[in-house]
């Protein structure tokens, strides 16, 4: 069998092809002017899980994921760039900006157990690619200068348009995303911008045929994929929200370049909500891996949540679900190194079948629930089942459990509730307890104080 994943495009769950033996996969990297939040990070865990189960059957990979540093409007600010706002905001060179978040991605993903991608080609060094595409495409008839210099595809000319997402081209009102209203050029509504002319801007522009401006976001990913996939993507990943405008232009910029279908398979994750509500900036619920840290979380516990839900339903992590999956890291470490110290793998079918089923993680988290409570599996074939399934979980069951510190928020909770406590203040040491048990400690109450451990 080889790994069957839901199609967002023709609505079925169809198997992954590959191209000469390789599955060449393109998953849409971040915007580098913020750090990534946890629901960013459940989608690039998404890309990680279809490598490994394709691995795991014996299959090769070549993943690319591009690095936005240029080009991405904010929905927060009509019209502005994200990185030349953050630049502002921050008093730094737009690109000195990008170089740190971008790194701040990398290590995020460290500590989540993504591996790295085979490349990570950057928009601002990919520009020469999109002039050439955007050439084609006006020579091809499908993009025309507006009357702002501004260069748009137009959306009438590209027949499949909205197959992706259902929209219809008639439907789309004009104005309704704020990547089309600074564009006063167009024609049509529903056009979008593969260049937009400097105008007033002074950073982060380059010269082109049709004056000096920088280009959109979504020919960045027509042109990167295009380029460093050899003009094939067998799974194209991405957020659900990239669906639609993304995901749909991106589809009609390479495929109106080449002529033929260019994406096998469009694979989208849904969106993760914090505490049952959306994660955004202005709601202040943005949850990154430094915050599960600072609360002595393994970010690995973030991994298990995610491995808990299908990719395909909306999923709410909360404190209490991360410091629950935390204690169950603890519990299988411990359990592996009771197990024996053996080095060799079980290949489990049920365990492969239920990945290679549109990605069933709960199933395959069940199968190994069942190995490891089953008293007739000998200690050495559970640790080797075990060892297999985490090619693909990637939870790092075979380290050691941590002897662990705790960190200096907790000690803080520790304090307050001895304060609390000498006090009388009985509402206010229960309310201590609750929030020290959400970070994975549990307290207990003696003659000689309080007690702490780690759960
Ligand atoms: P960005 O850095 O905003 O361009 O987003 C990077 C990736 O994260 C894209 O694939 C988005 O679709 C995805 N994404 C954004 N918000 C969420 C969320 N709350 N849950 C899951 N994925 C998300
Ligand atoms: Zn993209």
Same mark, same amino acid.
């Not at 840290?293 to 404190?319: H, K, V, Y």
């Not at 069942?370 to 200690?379: A, G, H, Q």
């Not at 609390?420 to 229960?430: E, G, L, P, T």
């Given at each position: 069998?080889?790994?069957?994943? /839901?199609?967002?495009?023709?609505?079925?769950?169809?198997?992954?092809?590959?191209?000469?033996?390789?599955?060449?996969?393109?998953?849409?990297?971040?915007?580098?002017?913020?750090?990534?939040?946890?629901?960013?990070?459940?989608?690039?865990?998404?890309? *990680?899980?279809?490598?490994?189960? !394709?691995?795991?059957?014996?299959?090769?990979?070549?993943?690319?994921?591009?690095?936005?540093?240029?080009?991405?409007?904010?929905?927060?600010?009509?019209?502005?760039?994200?990185?030349?706002?953050?630049?502002?905001?921050?008093? &730094?060179?737009?690109?000195? !900006?990008?170089?740190? /978040?971008?790194?701040?991605?990398?290590?995020?993903?460290?500590?989540?157990?993504?591996?790295?991608?085979?490349?990570?080609?950057?928009?601002?060094?990919?520009?020469?690619?999109?002039?050439?595409?955007?050439?084609?495409?006006?020579?091809?008839?499908?993009?025309?200068?507006?009357? *702002?210099?501004?260069?748009?595809?137009?959306?009438?000319?590209?027949?499949? /348009?909205?197959?992706?997402?259902?929209?219809?081209?008639?439907?789309?009102?004009?104005?309704?995303?704020?990547?089309?209203?600074?564009?006063?050029? &167009?024609?049509?509504?529903?056009?979008?911008?593969?260049?937009?002319?400097?105008?007033?801007?002074?950073?982060?522009?380059?010269?082109?045929?049709?004056?000096?401006?920088?280009?959109?976001?979504?020919?960045?990913?027509?042109?990167?994929?295009?380029?460093?996939?050899?003009?094939?993507?067998?799974?194209?990943?991405?957020?659900?929200?990239?669906?639609?405008?993304?995901?749909?232009?991106?589809?009609?910029?390479?495929?109106?370049?080449?002529?033929?279908?260019?994406?096998?398979?469009?694979?989208?994750?849904?969106?993760?909500?914090?505490?049952?509500?959306?994660?955004?900036?202005?709601?202040?619920?943005?949850?990154? !891996?430094?915050?599960?840290?600072?609360?002595?979380?393994?970010?690995?516990?973030?991994?298990?949540?995610?491995?808990?839900?299908?990719?395909?339903?909306?999923?709410?992590?909360?404190?209490?679900?991360?410091?629950?999956?935390?204690?169950?890291?603890?519990?299988?470490?411990?359990?592996?190194?009771?197990?024996?110290?053996?080095?060799?793998?079980?290949?489990?079918?049920?365990?492969?079948?239920?990945?290679?089923?549109?990605?069933?993680?709960?199933?395959?988290?069940?199968?190994?629930?069942?190995?490891?409570?089953?008293?007739? !599996?000998?200690?050495?074939?559970?640790?080797?089942?075990?060892? /297999?399934?985490?090619?693909?979980?990637?939870?790092?069951?075979?380290?050691?459990?941590?002897?662990?510190?705790?960190?200096?928020?907790?000690?803080?909770?520790?304090?307050?509730?001895?304060?609390?406590?000498?006090?009388?203040?009985?509402?206010?040491?229960?309310?201590?307890?609750?929030?020290?048990?959400?970070?994975?400690?549990?307290?207990?109450?003696?003659? *000689?104080?309080?007690?702490?451990?780690?759960?």
């Amino acid at each position: 069998m080889t790994l069957s994943i /839901y199609d967002t495009l023709t609505r079925t769950v169809r198997p992954i092809n590959t191209t000469n033996g390789r599955a060449n996969i393109y998953c849409c990297g971040p915007t580098v002017y913020r750090d990534a939040h946890v629901g960013n990070l459940r989608t690039f865990v998404l890309s *990680d899980l279809i490598r490994r189960t !394709i691995e795991l059957a014996g299959g090769s990979v070549n993943l690319v994921q591009n690095i936005t540093d240029v080009g991405h409007m904010s929905e927060d600010v009509v019209g502005q760039d994200k990185m030349l706002s953050q630049a502002q905001a921050e008093k &730094k060179d737009p690109f000195e !900006i990008a170089r740190m /978040y971008e790194e701040h991605f990398h290590e995020d993903l460290g500590l989540l157990n993504v591996r790295p991608a085979d490349k990570y080609p950057r928009a601002s060094q990919s520009i020469e690619l999109m002039i050439e595409m955007i050439t084609d495409l006006i020579k091809k008839g499908f993009a025309y200068v507006g009357s *702002d210099q501004s260069v748009y595809f137009d959306a009438q000319r590209f027949e499949g /348009y909205g197959q992706i997402s259902g929209n219809r081209l008639n439907d789309l009102k004009p104005g309704h995303r704020s990547e089309y209203t600074d564009e006063g050029g &167009k024609r049509f509504h529903a056009d979008w911008a593969l260049w937009k002319n400097a105008g007033v801007r002074s950073q982060m522009i380059w010269d082109s045929p049709w004056g000096a401006g920088f280009p959109g976001w979504h020919i960045e990913c027509s042109a990167m994929s295009m380029h460093f996939l050899n003009k094939h993507v067998d799974v194209h990943i991405g957020g659900i929200d990239l669906r639609f405008p993304h995901h749909e232009n991106e589809r009609a910029q390479s495929d109106a370049t080449l002529g033929f279908e260019t994406v096998d398979l469009w694979v989208h994750g849904e969106h993760l909500l914090f505490e049952g509500r959306k994660m955004s900036k202005s709601s202040g619920n943005v949850v990154l !891996i430094s915050d599960l840290i600072s609360r002595g979380l393994d970010p690995l516990a973030a991994r298990l949540c995610f491995l808990e839900n299908r990719f395909r339903s909306q999923m709410d992590l909360t404190w209490t679900s991360l410091a629950s999956a935390h204690s169950t890291l603890g519990k299988w470490r411990k359990k592996m190194l009771q197990w024996g110290d053996s080095q060799e793998i079980f290949e489990d079918d049920e365990f492969l079948n239920a990945m290679e089923n549109d990605l069933d993680t709960p199933r395959a988290l069940q199968r190994i629930r069942t190995i490891e409570k089953n008293t007739e !599996i000998s200690d050495a074939q559970k640790r080797a089942t075990f060892l /297999y399934a985490d090619k693909v979980l990637a939870l790092d069951l075979s380290r050691a459990p941590e002897v662990r510190e705790i960190s200096k928020e907790q000690q803080s909770l520790l304090d307050a509730r001895v304060i609390a406590r000498s006090q009388k203040r009985w509402s206010d040491s229960d309310n201590l307890r609750n929030e020290l048990e959400r970070t994975g400690l549990e307290i207990s109450d003696s003659a *000689d104080g309080q007690r702490w451990s780690w759960r």
